[in-house]
T-cell receptor, first 109, second 116 residues
Framework: GQNIDQPTEMTATEGAIVQINCTYQ??????LFWYQQHAGEAPTFLSY??LDGLEEKGRFSSFLSRSKGYSYLLLKELQMKDSASYLC??????????WGAGTKLIIKP | GAVVSQHPSWVICKSGTSVKIECRSL??????MFWYRQFPKQSLMLMAT?????????EQGVEKDKFLINHASLTLSTLTVTSAHPEDSSFYIC????????????FGPGTRLTVT
């Protein structure tokens, strides 16, 4: 079956760095996505990786290793507004998104 | 990025009534639209995938006679929750993509449904 695992909850301090991991097993692979979702709102797109390596976009970076079925989202210089859920999703061979359960990130002052 | 709207943003209805939620792609042609449901503190659950002009494909466990989906044009899909019950109360989110850019999926802002 298809499976995406990510931690349920993480806590970090304002100004620090946090890494949210995601491992996956899917039927086919057409890219991995990270979305941010604040409570009561729809997800917003953060990043897309289809090749191995690190993609950097401002304070956020995303890494992919296809051979290991592994990705992480790295958030630097954490701000209070970064408190949200972070969803990992993989696009399978049918171009359908398979979603992880999300990681709730709590930022403390 | 592209814009997807949903209407209404929130709705309260009585048990046994039907509610229609609209999803519109405002600046691109959405050949495929997705409907998700999200319960509190849970992740997105895909309910169905709809392609313009054809019947929707429902995920296992989703009643197609209860959740009616219509994708009559390239810019509009509707989800009708028929004979709503309190357990249907949830956050419903649509997303849309063009077959020209299958890796780009744009989300609507969501609709909060409360059934009393």
């Amino acid at each position: 079956g298809q499976n995406i695992d990510q931690p349920t909850e993480m806590t970090a301090t304002e100004g620090a760095i946090v890494q949210i991991n995601c491992t996956y097993q899917t039927s086919g692979f057409n890219g991995l996505f990270w979305y941010q979702q604040h409570a009561g709102e729809a997800p917003t797109f953060l990043s897309y990786n289809v090749l191995d390596g690190l993609e950097e976009k401002g304070r956020f970076s995303s890494f992919l290793s296809r051979s290991k079925g592994y990705s992480y989202l790295l958030l630097k210089e954490l701000q209070m507004k970064d408190s949200a859920s972070y969803l990992c999703a993989v696009m399978d061979s049918n171009y359908q998104l398979i979603w992880g359960a999300g990681t709730k990130l709590i930022i403390k002052p | 990025g592209a814009v997807v709207s949903q209407h209404p943003s929130w709705v309260i209805c009585k048990s046994g009534t039907s509610v229609k939620i609209e999803c519109r792609s405002l600046d691109f042609q959405a050949t495929t639209m997705f409907w998700y449901r999200q319960f509190p503190k849970q992740s997105l659950m895909l309910m169905a995938t709809s392609n313009e002009g054809s019947k929707a494909t429902y995920e296992q466990g989703v009643e197609k006679d209860k959740f009616l989906i219509n994708h009559a044009s390239l810019t509009l899909s509707t989800l009708t929750v028929t004979s709503a019950h309190p357990e249907d109360s949830s956050f419903y989110i649509c997303s849309a993509r063009s077959d020209s850019y299958v890796h780009e999926q744009y989300f609507g802002p969501g609709t909060r449904l409360t059934v009393t």
